[in-house]
């Protein structure tokens, strides 16, 4: 697709969005009815194109990124866009062969002689709605299930990364028609008419409250949904845990793009009388890490003003309730210009504050301390299932009872963030978390129908069931099989 052609869509796009994305989706629907079952050899080169465009395109994604954020770690864009997307790829393209085989299963007796296949099939057209935190890995770790699987799919970016949407829709534009694959750009208005269409189904990553108005929308064409959220990941730290690992671990978890992580640790519990020490250390373990934070480029920024007002604006109120405020500033510099946020542990936060109650999304994070383990267990079972729960210690006995005993999308054992990168496990929330998953075969599963084939041949077997039912036959068939 040639640049004016992109430039129109996105005019057409601004002028009238429902229409726009309608007329987008028929052509994908179009097209798909063309060749509905694409084969393994059509997939596998998509799926390498990609990755070739992905590679080729690197600097430019990292450098309109960096824009989008004003400061954006080129290393971080490195380890947690492109490696995952490009492992995505290399593990669909490992395995995408196995996936597409029909599964066989049992036949009853029955029924036989027959055979009993499940077939895997395209859905069709895949919506992904995207957004700002991570653009590059959510939008196209999503794609890489969707082509896997044999669809279509339709992009909305998020009207906050306009630099990386310019470059990801002239990569895609470089390898896929429109019919294949389209990027949607736009503010609310786009995004809502975008859930409003009559996807095969639709992956959204967001917000809890977001979530709720895509599923609703969804609801009225009976859009199958996704729901990739957030909330309020927590970290428990055990009695037996050595701090100086569990600040390590929790500090890169935390910093990576500065907080802004679905499933960075959102606050921690710990052993009542470790308060101080955790403080203490992690205010080290950061100084060794980011020695200081103003010209790091290193550090992030947070996305935009509206976001980095909003985290002044919780810290300000939970101080007023009484809280305690740690920064973490190693160098003291002034940060009242530009968008870098330092570090802030945050200790006796009034439990009704905006802080402990939303997914903070930002380098934030109060601390709370319990007496055992089954008080940290209470304080995260009486709120909303998190996203990733975070368990630090050695205590085998103790880790099967927080596992046992606690609702999470995912967990990580003394460590943070990296079991979102496993690509042989589902990634996915639970209740306020989000429903479904994907991430490797599930991904695969996920954009795929699982259509039941039971196949016969001349001999009917079935027929002795057949009227009229009260004969011999029919006492025996119900002797042998109802007991």
């Known amino acids: ?170 990569l895609l534009a470089s390898i896929y028609k429109l019919d294949k694959v389209a990027i949607i750009e736009g503010d609310a208005p786009t995004a809502i008419a975008f859930t409003e269409q009559a996807f095969d189904h639709l992956l959204f990553t967001g917000s809890t409250s977001v979530g709720r108005h895509v599923m609703a929308a969804a609801a009225k064409n009976l859009t199958p949904v996704t729901l990739e959220l957030g909330g309020k990941s927590p970290a428990i730290i055990s009695q037996d845990a050595p701090m100086v690992e569990a600040c390590e671990r929790l500090c890169f978890g935390k910093s990576l793009n500065s907080g802004q992580t679905c499933v960075a640790p959102d606050y921690i519990l710990l052993p009542k009388g470790c308060e101080q020490e955790f403080i203490q250390t992690y205010q080290q373990v950061f100084t060794k890490m980011y020695p200081s934070i103003k010209d790091n480029d290193d550090y992030s920024a947070i996305i935009n003003e509206a976001q980095h007002q909003r985290l002044n604006s919780w810290l300000d109120e939970a101080k007023e309730q009484g809280a305690i405020l740690h920064e973490i500033n190693p160098k003291n510099e002034d940060l009242s210009s530009g968008r870098k946020m330092a570090p802030v542990i945050v200790e006796d936060a009034n439990a009704e504050s905006t802080l402990m109650q939303d997914e903070i999304f930002g380098p934030i994070m109060p601390i709370i301390s319990y007496q055992n383990i089954d008080e940290a267990l209470d304080y995260v079972n009486d709120r909303a299932r998190p996203l990733a729960l975070y368990y630090f210690g050695y205590n085998k006995q103790e880790r099967e009872h927080v596992l046992q005993h606690s609702h999470a999308g995912g967990v990580c054992v003394n460590d943070t963030l990296v079991h979102l990168a496993q690509e042989d496990m589902p990634f996915g929330g639970i209740g306020d978390s989000g429903m479904g998953q994907y991430h490797g075969y599930e991904g695969f599963l996920t954009f795929s129908k699982a259509k039941a084939v039971h196949t016969k041949g001349h001999f009917n077997s079935a027929k002795f069931a057949y009227a009229p039912y009260k004969s011999p036959i029919h006492k025996l068939i119900y002797k042998f099989f109802i007991r």
């Open 1 to 170: 697709m040639q640049p004016r052609i992109v430039e129109s869509c996105s005019k057409l796009t601004e002028l009238n969005p429902s229409l726009h994305i309608s007329n987008l989706l028929a052509s994908q629907k179009t097209a798909y009815r063309k060749n509905p079952l694409p084969t393994y050899q059509e997939r596998i080169h998509q799926l390498k194109q990609l990755k070739q465009a992905l590679l080729e395109f690197k600097e430019p994604l990292i450098e309109a990124i960096n824009q989008d954020f004003s400061v954006r770690s080129r290393d971080e864009t490195l380890l947690a866009e492109f490696m995952p997307t490009i492992e995505s790829i290399n593990y669909a393209i490992k395995h995408l062969k196995q996936w597409m085989k029909p599964s066989k299963r049992k036949v009853g007796l029955l029924f036989m002689p027959a055979s009993n296949k499940v077939h895997f099939q395209p859905v069709g057209v895949v919506g992904i709605i995207v957004p700002w935190n991570y653009p590059i890995f959510l939008a196209l770790g999503p794609l890489v299930g969707a082509l896997s699987a044999g669809n279509r799919a339709m992009i909305k970016m998020s009207e906050f990364t306009p630099n990386l949407n310019k470059v990801l829709t002239k």
